[in-house]
């Protein structure tokens, strides 16, 4: 698989798991699950599959430093840094047209560096698969299996069976729907014929970018500008005097949507997005009594306390508490029922109104 290659996606916020994730430390590059950075994980589970020169980064400048430093072993130059975020579909195409650049016969695996994965040698093998049937010009993507009827994540429909390939089913994909009801997201799950959408596509550079092409012909063009001077000295500043003009749009609305040959795989490899505190909770090592303290302080004392979740580098005491988020920093503190963590990204919309900016 010598033209196989992963492109990490690791330039996102996080604002829903504030106060730990900031603008200068986003939850990529926090050790929330495992004892390394999210990013660091994301990148070890690729191996043995892909080697260090195989894996691409697309991040911001502000975040270059730092991933770099939790994984040296990756060339400098498969790191492509974006300007500043312009959302998903600019991101995976400055990824693709530089790869493609240099290696015309590239299928890529585009990826998140904040999912957190259980099952990596399944996700590996399922990779490996979806790199079989993206090589007969077929978009791959990755149908999660649902365990609940979430309103937060995309689905796919799947129609009829396709192929098999090294024990994965492949199905032609009926198309995505966005964020639905509980009521609909439910009949989904009930019907057996839908999968939540992992964001995670495998496909030929040529494809992706013909799909680009066919769809957003004036962001193709001004990629294609940007393709001319790969590798030299104007790359940089090329990119700069585009990136502005470039549309702002998510790679799902302005690609997948509307795809043509799109091929789904349904799978469970242990997946969480891990994009709030209470997804979190559901990943984390509970006690008997559904509680996780994590911090520095040897003790904690906890008294009566349930479903709770503690983040502090101080000595906590709980006493008669449930369903009960909280998280200290060195200038925050967020205290949070666990029903209502998807509404941490509010906090961060006010700070931003109010110009709040150092709490950012």
């Not at 001077?229 to 104007?234: F, G």
Request: hydrophobic fraction near 40%.
């Amino acid at each position: 698989m010598e033209h196989f290659y992963a492109m990490i996606m690791a330039g996102g916020g996080g604002t829903r798991l504030w106060p730990m994730s900031r603008q200068d430390t986003p939850k990529q590059l926090l050790p929330l699950v495992e004892d390394d950075s999210m990013f660091k994980v994301s990148v070890s589970r690729l191996a043995p599959l892909f080697k260090p020169e195989q894996i691409y980064v697309v991040t911001g400048r502000m975040y270059f430093d730092k991933m770099h430093n939790d994984v040296p072993e990756i060339p400098l130059e498969n790191f492509i840094i974006e300007p500043y975020g312009r959302d998903t579909a600019p991101a995976a195409a400055l990824g693709l047209t530089v790869i493609h650049e240099r290696d015309p016969q590239a299928v890529v695996a585009i990826l998140t560096a904040d999912h957190h994965i259980t099952k990596k040698e399944k996700f590996r093998d399922v990779l490996a698969a979806s790199y079989e049937l993206a090589n007969s010009d077929c978009i791959v993507t990755l149908g999660l299996a649902p365990t609940y009827p979430a309103t937060g994540f995309g689905y796919i429909r799947q129609g009829e069976s396709l192929t098999e390939v090294n024990g994965f089913s492949a199905y032609h994909s009926l198309g995505f729907t966005e964020k639905p009801d509980e009521a609909t997201a439910t009949s989904f799950i009930e019907s057996g014929q839908y999968s939540w959408n992992s964001g995670m596509f495998i496909w030929k550079t040529s494809t992706a970018l013909n799909e680009f092409q066919r769809q957003q012909p004036e962001m193709y063009d001004q990629f294609q500008e940007i393709a001319k001077v790969v590798d030299t000295a104007h790359f940089e500043d090329t990119l700069e005097s585009i990136w502005d003009n470039i549309r702002k749009i998510s790679l799902d609305f302005a690609v997948m949507e509307h795809a043509q040959n799109i091929v789904v795989i349904p799978t469970d490899i242990g997946w969480n997005d891990v994009g709030s505190w209470g997804a979190l909770f559901e990943v984390l090592k509970l006690d008997k009594h559904g509680n996780h303290y994590k911090g520095k302080s040897p003790v904690n004392v906890i008294i009566d306390t349930q479903n709770t979740l503690v983040y502090s580098d101080k000595l906590t005491v709980t006493i008669g508490i449930e369903n009960l988020i909280i998280v200290e920093t060195q200038d925050a503190l967020l205290l949070c029922h666990k029903d209502r963590t998807q509404d941490v990204k509010e906090v961060v919309n006010k700070l931003l109104t109010n110009k709040n900016y150092k709490y950012l």
